[in-house]
């Protein structure tokens, strides 16, 4: 099982202000970055799917960069708003197979 | 509408019984997945399948069994050699390969073993 370190594991954020957070991966036999968003009682949605180092994608007011060659990828809330509240999965992809982070839980106050 | 729907939500299970876990897909997907989520860990993966009639193990196989007759379905058997079967379980459905696809999830299984 491949070591994903994602960080911080939980954040708390005031509605309007911005964050970002990290998932961390071994930087050998690296096929796709995917990014999940998962709410309580839901599940988990793709954001995105990357592949190419210095990969960047914007959906809305969440972006994501890609790192391949030191194994990191960041993800990004502007603005953040109460339905951002989730948990939010990184699942790099080695030889066809995806390992998950434990995921950052992300909790925005009103 | 097209997704991905498991069965049961919420289940009890003595010790020393087989359960079953159902997952059925409408998305037209080859490959299909197992995934356990434990408290304060990333989901580990224990099946997969890319293809109808074939499967391969994940990394935490050991206890459980699957079977891939059909596209749409993937169930997922919690045998009694499972020493800790007690966890939330994830069905996921994708295109075959991941460098490309995402993968979409049920909404879930959750075992509780008394």
Not at chain 1, 22 to 49: D, G, I, Q
Not at chain 2, 61 to 86: D, H, I
Request: hydrophobic share 30%.
């Amino acid at each position: 099982i491949l070591n994903v370190e994602q960080s911080p594991q939980s954040l708390h954020v005031q509605e309007g202000d911005s964050t970002n957070f990290t998932c961390s991966f071994p930087s050998s036999n690296f096929y796709a970055l995917h990014w999940y968003r998962w709410e309580t009682a839901k599940s988990p949605e793709a954001l995105f799917v990357m592949t190419l180092n210095g990969d960047e994608k914007k959906k809305g007011r969440i972006s994501a960069t890609l790192n391949t060659k030191e194994g990191y990828s960041y993800l990004y809330i502007k603005g953040s708003q109460p339905e951002d509240s989730a948990t939010y999965l990184c699942a790099p992809s080695f030889d066809y197979k995806l390992s998950f982070g434990a995921g950052t839980t992300v909790t925005v106050r009103a | 509408d097209g997704g991905i729907t498991q069965s049961p939500k919420y289940l009890f299970r003595k010790e020393g019984q087989n359960v079953t876990l159902s997952c059925e897909q409408n998305l037209n997907h080859d490959a299909m997945y197992w995934y356990r989520q434990d408290p304060g860990q990333g989901l580990r993966l224990i099946y997969y399948s890319q293809i109808v009639n074939d499967f391969q193990k994940g990394d935490i196989a050991e206890g459980y069994s699957v079977s891939r007759e059909k596209k749409e379905s993937f169930p997922l058997t919690v045998t009694s050699a499972q020493k800790n079967p007690t966890a939330f379980y994830l069905c996921a459905s994708g295109e075959q390969g991941y460098a490309s696809g995402e993968l979409f999830f049920g909404e879930g299984s959750r075992l509780t073993v008394l």
